[in-house]
């Protein structure tokens, strides 16, 4: 197998994986953490396009979820997108 983390690689003791490398994991787990914020549906689904894009960077990165969260600070984190176009859904680097 690549170098490509699945949805169900293991991680070190202690760390928290980002397991969306694949579009629909994370669509549907952005979705799932921002259904669980209790924001009005306006800003969920306004969220949702930048949240799933995060996970999925952070997943092709291998990073955890400190790292995701801080990387929403970071002006250019569409790179680890732009590495991977054959796991990230067209448009979503244009929407």
Known sequence: MDDMRSDHDETPAGTV??????????HQR?????DASGAEQ??????????????????IRGAEVAIAVSS?????????????????????LTS
């Open 17 to 26: 994986p980002i397991a969306c490398i694949h579009a629909q994991t994370a």
């Open 30 to 34: 952005a979705r799932e953490l921002l």
């Open 42 to 59: 306006f800003w969920v689904e306004s969220a949702l396009s930048l949240v799933r894009c995060y996970l999925m960077a952070a997943a």
């Open 72 to 92: 929403s600070t970071v002006p250019d984190h569409a790179e680890p997108l732009r590495s991977r176009p054959d796991v990230v859904p067209d448009g979503w």
